[in-house]
Nanobody, 122 residues
Framework: QVQLVESGGGLVQAGGSLRLSCAAS????????MAWFRQAPGKEREFVAR???????LHADSVKGRFTISRDNAKNTVYLQMNSLKHEDTAVYYC????????????????WGQGTQVTVSS
């Protein structure tokens, strides 16, 4: 059993910054590929970023240069640093662990957190 808990969401103004955290339970975290997805009202769940167990990263074009995914295996935690936030970034952000297949497809992942709300005003 693996559990993921997201935190760090909130209300910020456009141009502001926010850092999300995902705390994971289980002893397999250190070798797991982790990712962030987001879902806005009325839209499909969207890939945001992925990080491999050795630290390789991949970011969606919509957030490249603004968001940065990172991890601290000693703390079983994945982070998403979000800078230069836009109104379009408003969504519920989810942390998840990769199983196999297309990394952009949510069906390639197994465990999911409950999500944390990010709202960007103005």
């Amino acid at each position: 059993q693996v559990q993921l808990v997201e935190s760090g969401g909130g209300l910020v103004q456009a141009g502001g910054s926010l850092r999300l955290s995902c705390a994971a339970s289980g002893r397999t975290f250190s070798r797991a590929t982790m990712a962030w997805f987001r879902q806005a009202p009325g839209k499909e769940r969207e890939f945001v970023a992925r990080i491999g167990w050795l630290g390789s990263t991949l970011h969606a074009d919509s957030v490249k240069g603004r968001f940065t995914i990172s991890r601290d295996n000693a703390k079983n935690t994945v982070y998403l640093q979000m800078n230069s936030l836009k109104h379009e970034d408003t969504a519920v952000y989810y942390c998840t662990s990769y199983v196999s297949g297309n990394v952009y497809n949510e069906r390639s992942y197994d465990y999911w957190g409950q999500g944390t709300q990010v709202t960007v005003s103005s």
